[in-house]
């Protein structure tokens, strides 16, 4: 299996084994790793990951599921907004990463359950925003 279950303080979570059997699963946790070594530099602006049917038309998105980063010294790297964009809409603001994950966390998992489940083969792309300095 590509995922492991746990539980974050009362919440059910499937989780991406670091390594797994399937290649896409790898693919999309050696994406993950880089990112959060461009959070770790400051560098990152926004995350997007695009859920697609069409290969030829990645710009027809059945999901889209946005992070914006802002960077504080007290805080640290903060998610300032998140964006889930789909049949329902929901933005969420000032996520501490850190502090607030479980929060963002069943954000994300209430946005997801009212969804309708996705045709058997999509695909999964991930577009990233960098801060110029």
Known sequence: ??????????????????????????????????????IEKQYLRQLTFIIYADPDNPELALETYTFKFQYTMEA??????????????????????????????????????TLKPLPRKVHLAMKLGYYDN
């Open 1 to 38: 299996s590509s995922y492991d279950d746990r539980n974050l303080d009362g919440l059910q979570l499937k989780m991406l084994l670091e390594k797994s059997a399937s290649l896409s699963s790898n693919m999309v946790v050696s994406w993950l790793k880089g990112c959060f070594e461009a």
């Open 76 to 113: 640290g790297p903060i998610i300032s907004e998140l964006e889930a964009n789909s049949e329902m809409c929901k933005k969420e603001r000032k996520f501490a990463v850190k502090k607030s994950t479980e929060k963002m966390l069943r954000t994300i998992l209430l946005l997801t359950q």
